[in-house]
């Protein structure tokens, strides 16, 4: 099937290791950071997210960490696992219902 | 439950033909958002309704592209005179409620759009 993510910048890691994806954002006004995986022939899934007011949040197995200083997103993922292996976009919203705005994607592929 | 669905998940047309892609957004979600994603990038914003109404629709590109939701559920995103750059994953969103948080917002699995 048609893959997302034909030409994004590749993270390659070994089962069982941490992955850091990297992101930078634009809007100096979004109060909502959030970081979405999506795997190929599907709609993004929300994984987690930080509110401008933080600089980190944790989730299981994910943690995302903001420096609006620099404006940088990051999301780490523990013992990277082989269903880990998915397109992952940052995004950015003022907060609540409103639209998303996505950043570039990275591919993240799991050794086993 | 059901999730957001999408209808076609795939269509082929030629250039100048008129298309019509559907959403079915989760039941009871009053927000719905059309989103295009080109290969290899990520999802670019098109429309948002509360309700019945379009909120935003500055994401539209021009005017061949048009969407509606009359009843405040089903939205149809309608382009006119298609054209090879249309060609995209067009995908839609759903979210329960206003004020509701980014984690609300459920992404349909797309409809791929090809056009000759």
């Known amino acids: 099937g048609e893959s997302v993510g034909l030409h994004l910048p590749t993270l390659s890691v070994q089962e069982g290791d941490n992955s850091i994806i990297n992101c930078a954002y634009s809007?100096?006004?979004?109060?909502?950071f959030i970081w979405y995986k999506q795997e190929s022939g599907k709609g993004p899934q929300f994984i987690i997210d930080?509110?401008?007011?933080?600089d980190k949040r944790q989730g299981q197995r994910v943690t995302v960490l903001l420096n609006k200083t620099v404006k940088h997103l990051s999301l780490q993922i523990a013992a990277t696992q082989p269903g880990d292996s998915a397109v992952y976009f940052c995004?950015?919203?003022?907060?609540?219902?409103?639209?998303?705005?996505f950043g570039k994607g990275t591919r993240l592929s799991v050794i086993a | 439950g059901a999730g957001v669905s999408q209808t076609p998940s795939n269509k082929v047309t030629e250039k100048g033909k008129y298309v019509e892609l559907r959403c079915d957004p989760i039941?009871?979600?009053?927000?719905l958002y059309w989103y295009r994603q080109s290969l290899g990038q990520g999802p670019e914003f098109l429309i948002y309704?509360?309700?019945?109404?379009?909120?935003?629709d500055s994401g539209l590109p021009n005017d061949r592209f048009f969407a509606v939701r009359p009843e405040g559920s089903v939205s149809t995103l309608k382009i006119q005179r298609t054209e090879r750059g249309d060609s995209a994953v067009y995908l839609c969103?759903?979210?329960?409620?206003?004020?509701?948080?980014?984690?609300?917002?459920?992404f349909g699995p797309g409809t791929r759009l090809l056009v000759l």
């Open positions: 969103a759903s979210s329960s409620r206003p004020g509701a948080g980014v984690e609300d917002q459920y």
């Open positions: 809007n100096s006004a979004s109060d909502y």
């Open positions: 930080i509110r401008s007011n933080m």
């Open positions: 995004a950015e919203n003022i907060g609540g219902n409103t639209p998303l705005v």
């Open positions: 039941s009871g979600h009053t927000a």
């Open positions: 309704f509360q309700g019945t109404g379009a909120a935003d």
